[in-house]
């Protein structure tokens, strides 16, 4: 297992991956993304299309905890095969020493749609932020309400989804995605005497232009719905469009090509998968610092991990500090 590096003081790193629940080259996948983790070195991660075996078993997450030293939060295959397979597959949360698991669980099925998605497709937690040093906590990484109660203090909760396949299915994702926020502000109210520190992330299976994820940044209700979240890419990557799906990935055009698409790399790069965060966190806690497209490296076999690449973001817990903060041409006006 290789070392894992101590984050930023102050910060959280979260990182999002579909894995690909294909059966072949499982253990090298594995390592290869265990590998791209531990020179991440992410407090949380949530992952998609993790594999298990008839017995609920999955030794794909065996040999990814094993190199890489995390937690298992929560991992649990669906509840039926998926479509037109046998495979099982399902959402899993890891974690690292930074958070202390509290619950965790699978998101229930979404009203009226019991037909078509008969399982649920994401899974939950709650974490409470470990103080760095945990025989003397820091009362700075108390909240006010445990400062002033000594009642436990500040939590992350998550929420880890993965949205409907196909281009056709814009109104089941939307009607997931309704059904996922509303249990993030259930979460929200329960916790909200702990200053719960709010992510919402997956492969959500749509692009940035799309009615779900207009929803989540508040450019557009679903219904009389309206919410607020933080793209993590939008407001701290590098510009680039960040794709994380691509004909860069042997994988991507294996799994093309068992859908029937004859020339996959003729199929555009997307970005699909996301970490978003509650409220307008902008110079507080929960702003996302640093968000890069991740796992983008190779195996031995030359291949990538998966057919998609990670998302993974650096967001202030509330006591980073940065070395030069930046100054506003407001203020500079000033002086």
């Known amino acids: 297992m290789a070392a894992r590096e101590n984050p930023a003081p102050g910060t959280l790193t979260v990182t999002t991956f579909n894995v690909l629940h294909d059966t072949q080259e499982r253990t090298g996948r594995a390592l290869t993304a265990a590998a791209g983790l531990n020179a991440t070195a992410p407090d949380l991660v949530l992952l998609q299309e993790l594999p298990f075996e008839e017995d609920h078993s999955s030794a794909y997450l065996d040999t990814l905890t094993a190199a890489t030293g995390l937690n298992v939060a929560y991992a649990a295959p669906l509840t039926a095969p998926r479509p037109h397979t046998t495979d099982r597959s399902g959402p899993g949360i890891l974690h690292g ?15 009226g749609l019991e037909g078509y998605l008969p399982v649920p497709q994401g899974s939950w937690a709650v974490f409470a932020e470990a103080p760095s040093d945990p025989a003397q906590p820091d009362p700075a990484q108390a909240s006010p309400s445990e400062q002033a109660t000594g009642a436990p203090g500040r939590v992350v909760a998550v929420v880890n989804l993965h949205g409907v396949w196909g281009g056709d299915r814009a109104y ?41 994820v207009r929803y989540l940044t508040g450019l557009q209700p679903l219904g009389t719905a309206g919410t607020y979240w933080v793209d993590a890419w939008e407001h701290a990557g ?4 960040g794709h994380t799906t691509s004909a860069d990935s042997a994988w991507f055009l294996q799994t093309a090509r068992g859908v029937g698409i004859q020339r996959p790399e003729s199929v555009p790069p997307r970005r699909i998968d996301y970490l978003f965060v509650r409220d307008w966190v902008y110079g507080r806690r929960g702003q996302p610092l640093d968000t890069r497209v991740d796992l983008t490296g190779t195996g031995r076999s030359g291949w990538h991990a998966s057919d998609h690449f990670a998302v993974t973001t650096v967001l202030d817990t509330g006591r980073y500090q940065p070395a030069a903060p930046r100054t506003s041409s ?6």
Request: no cysteine; net charge negative.
């Open 97 to 111: 020493p930074a958070l202390v698991l509290e619950e965790a669980g699978t998101l229930p099925p979404v009203p």
């Open 172 to 212: 089941e994702r939307e009607q997931q995605m309704l059904h996922a926020v509303r249990w993030a502000e259930s979460l929200r109210q329960r916790l909200a005497d702990r200053e719960p520190l709010l992510v919402l992330g997956g492969d959500l299976n749509t692009v940035p232009e799309s009615s779900v």
């Open 238 to 241: 590098d510009g680039t469009a």
């Open 330 to 335: 407001a203020s500079r006006a000033l002086d």
